[in-house]
């Protein structure tokens, strides 16, 4: 069923009703032509466990994205409490964005960043519209845990946090 009313909030509204919900923060990068490119992602989650794939929605205004695409695959960084330097940097839109950032090569040859908490890299499956973002579905090829005593940086109304579990 197609439902064309226009909703009763605008896009500020619902922003900050969706900042509510915590989100982890990721570093999606890929290595195209010109070198490495990577850009901040909240928008990330786990799809399938057969075959294994996961998903990410970069803005399609992003000017790091076409660069990833035509790559043919990325990696999930995903940032640790003490990385909100490294979200920031790459949330922005400066030209070279791995300066002074440690990375090896993942499976792919896409970029895993030093000190992140965990890693998945993957070839893109496949690409949809979705509003101003695009959905991207990407097979895992290879992932590790970086640093498993580390918290993960967490984003929430609007600012960075963390999440602090009981020791086992």
């Not at 901040?40 to 294994?52: K, M, R, T, Y």
């Not at 970069?58 to 790559?71: H, K, L, V």
């Not at 979705?130 to 005593?149: A, N, Q």
């Amino acid at each position: 069923m197609d439902d064309a009313r226009p909703p009763t909030f605008d896009s500020a509204e619902f922003r900050r009703v969706l900042g509510h919900y915590p989100t982890g923060v990721t570093v999606v990068t890929g290595v195209s032509g010109d070198g490495p490119a990577g850009l901040a992602i909240g928008s990330f989650g786990s799809v399938s466990l057969e075959p294994p794939l996961v998903m990410f929605c970069p803005g399609t205004s992003s000017s790091s994205w076409p660069s990833i695409a035509a790559s043919g695959s990325f990696c999930v960084n995903v940032l640790a409490e003490d990385q909100a330097d490294l979200s920031a940097r790459f949330a922005g839109r400066d030209p070279d964005k791995f300066a002074g950032v440690s990375w090896s090569a993942g499976p792919t040859g896409s970029p895993v960043i030093d000190g992140c908490l965990a890693w998945i890299d993957c070839t893109i499956e496949s690409v949809h519209e979705g509003g101003d973002h695009w959905i991207v579905v990407g097979r895992v090829s290879g992932l590790g845990v970086g640093r498993p005593e580390a918290a993960p940086l967490i984003f929430f109304k609007g600012s960075y946090g963390s999440l602090r579990l009981p020791p086992d």
